[in-house]
């Protein structure tokens, strides 16, 4: 009997990483095929909602070393393992090319919307959730169902406190000015977004609940900006 999409879902949990919902596979997708050319079926999404998993990443890190991308090896070591579990194979938005395109998969696989920041959104979880990488199959997975259909939150958000707040105005209607943040993070007025995360992000009302602990938020700011000032 083939496993079902709660039993992959438990594993995932298990982990410490969270189950991000699934798909069967079109040709629209652009999902890749297996090696050896075989035609994949079935995408599962792996992810993180707020900070769950963050203590127990916390603890492995000592284990990568000196790992430029230590959150990138680690989702990567523990992603690999269950795709060897589950005989399925491991892809990831990091690491590229080729480069996968994550953010459509999300859409097809959960109830997130394109936010005017850039992230998605989610009803319940906000801005405070991310992709890891994907578990693909060859097979349909027994018990993946299509999204519950939604709304974005963002469409009866009438202030828009997330275009608002950024302190260096590198959020609008017109994108997301990535040389004027970075170049704001590196200066000193820049040491509360360094030190607590995106205050864009923060001001967003959805999910609260779930965002990132201090450290955790720095964590990622650290990582953006050494990724956009090489």
């Known amino acids: 009997m083939a496993i079902s999409l709660g039993e992959i879902e438990t594993w995932i949990r298990a982990a410490q990483f969270d189950p991000r919902g699934a798909f069967y596979c079109t040709p629209d997708d652009n999902v890749p095929d297996l090696p050896g050319g075989i035609q994949a079926r079935t995408v599962v999404l792996i992810g993180t ?8 990443f916390l603890a ?8 430029p991308n230590p959150l990138d090896a680690y989702s990567n070591r523990v992603i690999s393992n269950l795709a060897k579990e589950f005989k399925a194979f491991a892809v990831f938005p990091f690491g590229g090319p080729p480069w996968h395109p994550f953010q ?4 097809r696989a ?5 936010s005017p920041i850039g992230p998605l959104i989610h009803p319940q979880y906000g801005l405070w959730h991310a992709y890891r990488g994907a578990l693909i199959f060859a097979e349909e997975v027994p018990g993946v169902t299509a999204p519950v259909e939604g709304s974005s939150p963002c469409e009866s958000c009438v ?8 302190p260096a105005g590198a959020f609008s209607t017109q994108g997301y000015d ?5 170049s704001h993070l590196l200066d000193a007025k820049g040491q509360a977004c360094m030190k607590t995360g995106c205050l864009a992000r923060q001001a967003c009302p959805v999910g609260v609940e779930y965002q990132y602990p201090s450290d955790h938020a720095q964590f990622h700011m650290d990582a953006f900006v050494k990724n956009h000032s090489k």
Request: proline residues 8%; contains cysteine.
């Open 159 to 166: 202030d828009k406190p997330c275009l608002k707040t950024c």
């Open 178 to 182: 990535v040389p004027g943040c970075i």
């Open 49 to 56: 909602i707020g900070a769950r998993f963050w203590p127990t």
């Open 104 to 107: 459509r998969w999300a859409q």
């Open 60 to 67: 492995a890190r000592l284990s990568l070393g000196d790992e």
């Open 110 to 114: 959960d109830v997130v919307f394109s």
